[in-house]
């Protein structure tokens, strides 16, 4: 906690000074347009009184986005590591990859709700291709830029199969390929948001978008600060995971020499 | 009675003449269209301590990763054990300069996934452990199980490769400048462990190396390689000092210093002749 303030004592300074001209700007003045922009305390209780439905909401958002996320990962990983260790097969497909992977998501949102039966697993689908391609072109280069030194060794140890790719492979592709996941992750939040504008009745996009129709802007500014939070928390997470699985990249020296 | 004395010659054979352990013919080796190896040619005996020397830019290291047949020459044939090494890799451990282990394991982890691959997973894992751990104790690295290569030095590294090639099996190690990076007391105990394995274990080594006293403390015999591209083999001298050899016997005689010096002898004059050529060669291009 002392560490923390140390870090982010001129942040949380900011934030507070941002707070209190909010408060003041939206009190005192006549600046700004009351019903667009309601005061901090008008937004707390829309907050409280919203609680439960944007709980829901959040719920309800990550039924579509950790299903489609958890096969963005089998997929890409498993794909990518097939794809970078086969040269040939490889250098066959790549044009196709290099064709689709650009194309915004968002591009398959016709056929994804003419072909899929439920709204869930359009948004899904749309999900899944949104996160497939960094996660997948990340592993792909993973393997590609994997030390030589480290094949030498596999190969004078005689590495085959199961424990080439989980001891080496898979390792030492590892920084690459969570880079790949962070890109992902953060471009689900932004195509969740927009696949629940069309047809949800629940979730954390779908919640500021139902209180605008209504220009209820403290629900929408309650809402906008929830999914702010509930975003930084997944990152911090995901940050924390990343160094978990990447810590000896960042090892230090303990311990007598020799 | 024909027989009998076909019997002792044999014997007499097997006496005097060691096993080929290795046997390089006429290899040439080239990189991007720059000749890098000219007509090596080299035999190496069964448990024979060779040392290729010569300065950066001879091959030395490069001939090295072609013995061991991580790469393939451009033309001649390798064979180890009598076998030529195009089809599958010689059975032989590597110990590189500094990066044989893999950062993502402890040091234990990295002798037991060798270990796996050796043994054909016949052993349980608590076996795999326990034999690895052993290993890592020949090495006095017993208080080291659990490290990360990351957590160790550098001495401490290379003795857990040197752990891992030994627990490979194999009686042929390759040593790629082990101990360039580690500081002179690392650097010397390092060196008595490794000629104890070659000693004690019957163990064939060829050892990379461009310091002229790592060389001749460590050697039977010293291949000297001629300033490359392309790398030509000046020399191969055979090291006087009997094994075991007592360091500090050695480095204070004189025959050691006289060695010495007619080793660097011979890789300054090949150095010299190249910066000759070169010399000349500028000059002909500023008279153009």
């Keep these: 906690m002392k560490k923390f303030l140390q870090l982010y004592i001129y942040t949380t300074l900011i934030a507070i000074g941002l707070l209190a001209l909010w408060v003041f700007i939206t009190n005192f003045t006549e600046l700004l347009n009351p019903i667009i922009f309601p005061s901090p305390e008008i937004v707390a209780l829309a ?8 709980f829901q909401g959040f719920l309800s958002s990550m039924g ?9 990962l ?8 097939y794809f970078g260790m086969n040269q040939r097969i490889r250098e066959i497909l790549s044009p196709f990859f290099q064709t689709f992977s650009p194309l915004p998501p968002t591009l398959f949102i016709p056929y994804a709700i003419a072909l899929l039966p439920t709204f869930e697993l359009a948004s899904i689908f749309i999900l899944f291709i949104a996160t497939f391609w960094p996660i997948f072109l990340g592993t792909i280069e993973g393997v590609l830029l994997i030390d030589q030194h480290y094949w030498d060794n596999a190969k004078t140890l005689r590495l085959k199969g199961k424990d080439l790719i989980l001891k080496m492979v898979l390792p030492a592709s590892s920084p690459l390929i969570l880079s790949g996941t962070g890109m992902s992750l953060g471009l689900s939040f932004i195509v969740l948001m927009m696949a629940e504008m069309f047809g949800a009745n629940s979730g954390m996009g779908h919640f500021v978008q139902y209180y605008t129709d209504f220009t209820q802007y403290d629900f929408v500014l309650a809402g906008l600060i929830f999914n702010s939070i509930v975003i930084l928390l997944i990152m911090v997470i995901y940050e924390k995971i990343k160094k978990r699985v990447l810590f000896w990249t960042n090892l230090k020296k303990t311990g007598s020499s020799i | 009675m024909t027989k009998v004395l076909e019997r002792a010659s044999q014997l007499d054979v097997k006496k005097n003449n060691v096993q080929n352990k290795i046997e390089a013919k006429s290899i040439f080796f080239d990189y991007d269209g720059l000749e890098i190896l000219q007509d090596i040619n080299l035999t190496i005996k069964e448990g024979e301590f060779i040392v290729l020397m010569g300065p950066s830019g001879s091959g030395k290291s490069t001939l090295l990763r072609l013995l061991t047949g991580l790469t393939q020459p451009k033309e001649g044939e390798i064979f180890v054990n009598h076998q030529s090494i195009t089809q599958s890799l010689p059975d032989s451990s590597v110990v590189f300069q500094d990066y044989s282990l893999f950062p993502w394991l402890t040091a234990e982890e990295n002798i037991m996934l060798a270990l796996k691959q050796r043994l054909n997973k016949s052993k349980t894992k608590k076996e795999l452990e326990q034999l690895a751990h052993n290993y890592l104790e020949l090495v006095q690295l017993g208080h080291a199980f659990k490290k990360y290569p990351g957590e160790m030095s550098g001495g401490m590294r290379q003795r857990a490769a040197i752990a891992r090639a030994l627990s490979l099996g194999s009686d042929l190690m390759f040593m790629d400048e082990p101990f360039g990076a580690l500081d002179p007391v690392t650097r010397i105990r390092l060196q008595d462990l490794v000629l104890r394995v070659n000693q004690d274990q019957q163990r064939t080594i060829v050892f990379v190396t461009h310091d ?18 392309p790398g030509r083999i000046a020399e191969i001298i055979d090291v006087p000092f009997p094994k075991p050899r007592n360091r500090k016997k050695l480095i204070e005689s004189l025959e050691f210093i006289q060695f010495r010096n007619y080793i660097l002898g011979i890789m300054n004059k090949e150095i010299f002749e190249k910066l000759n050529q070169q010399n000349e060669l500028l000059l002909n291009g500023n008279g153009i």
Aim: hydrophobic residues 60%; proline residues 7%; charged residues 15%.
């Design chain 1, 47 to 54: 907050f409280i009184e919203a609680i439960t439905e944007l």
């Design chain 1, 64 to 72: 579509l986005l950790i299903p489609a996320f958890a096969l963005s």
């Design chain 1, 74 to 81: 089998i997929l890409g990983i498993g794909g990518g590591l």
């Design chain 2, 212 to 229: 002229a006293e790592e060389a001749i403390f460590l050697a039977d015999r010293i291949v000297m390689f001629t300033p490359g591209p």
